[in-house]
């Protein structure tokens, strides 16, 4: 089984009308997410005004979950949704979107057949933890504390990624106290 650790001061980061963004990984390697060439995307953003529009994305699909504050969406057309922590919500990139609140927020985008989900996962004990890898690609955002891995410790805002060509393979995590965030990529070849 393939991994790499992708390291927070190694990802890039940006500012748009309502705060900053940072990409965190993107697939396939080499993908920009200005051209829209990418399968999937992993971002972080913080929302510092009161009120903000969501760029259109058409053709993406979403996930957002809140790390931080609270946030309502309203999908016109669709539905209303108040998200806190580690809470989130689906929704189509072409949607006309809007927000209230003030957050620190992790975005998935899937383009074309991938498709993805996000899981909040909190370590408390310092005996190892097992996790069952059953997706293509498997993802581990650190949110806050520390997880060791192979003998390497990872940060807050540091991820960790599997390539899972065989399927249901099982990982030992450690950590005393850890939020993470797992992400599930199906990349619908």
């Given at each position: 089984m393939k991994f790499e650790i992708i390291r927070a001061f190694n990802t890039k980061s940006s500012t748009w009308s309502g705060g900053t963004t940072s990409e965190i990984y993107i697939f396939p390697n080499g993908s920009e997410f200005q051209k829209r060439d990418f399968l999937f995307r992993l971002s972080a953003a913080t929302v510092e005004i009161e009120e903000s529009i969501f760029t259109p994305l058409p053709e993406i699909n979403r996930t957002l979950m809140v790390l931080e504050g609270n946030i309502h969406l309203f999908h016109e057309n669709h539905h209303a949704k108040k998200l806190s922590e580690f809470e989130q919500d689906s929704f189509k990139?072409?949607?006309?979107?809007?927000?209230?609140?003030?957050?620190?927020?992790?975005?998935?985008?899937?383009?074309?057949?991938?498709?993805?989900?996000?899981?909040?996962?909190?370590?408390?004990?310092?005996?190892?933890?097992?996790?069952?890898?059953?997706?293509?690609?498997?993802?581990?955002f650190v949110v806050n504390g520390?997880?060791?891995?192979?003998?390497?410790?990872?940060?807050?805002?540091?991820?960790?990624?599997?390539?899972?060509?065989?399927?249901l393979q099982e990982i030992k995590f450690s950590s005393n106290f850890c939020d993470l965030i797992q992400i599930k990529i199906d990349l619908g070849k």
């Amino acid at each position: 089984m393939k991994f790499e650790i992708i390291r927070a001061f190694n990802t890039k980061s940006s500012t748009w009308s309502g705060g900053t963004t940072s990409e965190i990984y993107i697939f396939p390697n080499g993908s920009e997410f200005q051209k829209r060439d990418f399968l999937f995307r992993l971002s972080a953003a913080t929302v510092e005004i009161e009120e903000s529009i969501f760029t259109p994305l058409p053709e993406i699909n979403r996930t957002l979950m809140v790390l931080e504050g609270n946030i309502h969406l309203f999908h016109e057309n669709h539905h209303a949704k108040k998200l806190s922590e580690f809470e989130q919500d689906s929704f189509k990139g072409d949607w006309n979107t809007k927000s209230k609140g003030k957050v620190t927020d992790f975005n998935l985008m899937c383009k074309g057949k991938t498709s993805g989900e996000l899981k909040h996962i909190q370590l408390k004990e310092s005996q190892p933890s097992k996790i069952d890898l059953s997706s293509e690609k498997e993802l581990f955002f650190v949110v806050n504390g520390s997880l060791i891995f192979e003998n390497q410790i990872l940060e807050k805002g540091d991820l960790l990624a599997f390539e899972n060509e065989n399927h249901l393979q099982e990982i030992k995590f450690s950590s005393n106290f850890c939020d993470l965030i797992q992400i599930k990529i199906d990349l619908g070849k």
